[in-house]
């Protein structure tokens, strides 16, 4: 609802165009959507020349932040300051305003969306190349991948879970029962070697493991042949 001011009274609303800014820069599109309508709503009611002031200045106001949530994102957004600027200046409105803001900032969150997705794909491919070429490994562990990624281990947890469906530690296990299977194939050696060449330092540990994985013992496996 909008209430009507004298317009030599009007306050540019500082501090809900920064939590506008700040729900945008976070990817909070709905809330930025809520603040959008309390600052149209607000200024609207000092009269069409505050109105348009105060649009002019939430326009420049994003396009600062755009310009920053691209640089950070690595991204390019189709948003034009000048063509934004003609179609406020078309728009007769709040109706209209709503709509123009809501289409940048619904485009804007499906760039940063799809920007964040390709960096983290991006990150858990890092993940795998190091478990598979370092898996033979002892001290291959969360700690040491995190550091390697340079992301924390919380971090990372969470997100490799999201995108693999398995824990860090049940991945490296996996590859690890895998490329001791192909050897026990493959190659004519001790079973404690194989053990050794997979980065197992218990045997029970493994025999259990290999087990639960194949339905038999690693020898068992390799008289089954």
Do not use: W
Not at 68 to 93: A, G, H, L
Not at 133 to 153: H, K, T
Not at 170 to 179: A, F, N, S
Request: aromatic share 12%; net charge negative; charged share 30%.
């Amino acid at each position: 609802e909008v209430e009507f001011f004298s317009a030599t009274d009007f306050v540019y609303p500082d501090e809900k165009v920064r939590e506008l800014i700040e729900s945008l820069m976070l990817g909070q599109t709905d809330n930025a959507k809520v603040v959008l309508k309390d600052i149209l709503n607000y200024s609207a009611g000092f009269g069409r020349s505050s109105l348009d002031a105060c649009m002019l200045g939430l326009i420049l106001t994003i396009n600062n932040s755009i310009l920053t949530i691209e640089r950070n994102n690595m991204i390019k957004t189709r948003f034009n300051f000048d063509d934004y600027v003609d179609k406020m200046r078309q728009s007769e409105t709040l109706g209209q305003y709503c709509e123009l803001f809501y289409d940048l900032f619904d485009s804007l969150n499906t760039e940063m969306e799809n920007s964040q997705k390709g960096r983290h794909e991006k990150l858990i491919d890092q993940v795998t190349a190091i478990i598979e070429e370092n898996f033979a490994s002892q001290n291959l562990c969360l700690d040491e991948i995190s550091d390697a990624v340079r992301v924390s281990p919380y971090y990372l947890t969470k997100l490799f879970k999201k995108y693999k469906m398995v824990s860090i530690s049940d991945y490296i296990h996996k590859v690890r029962l895998e490329k001791a299977r192909e050897m026990i194939q493959e190659e004519d050696i001790p079973i404690s070697l194989v053990m050794e060449r997979t980065g197992f330092t218990s045997r029970s540990h493994f025999y259990n493991l290999f087990k639960k994985a194949y339905g038999v013992s690693p020898k068992q496996y390799r008289t089954i042949l």
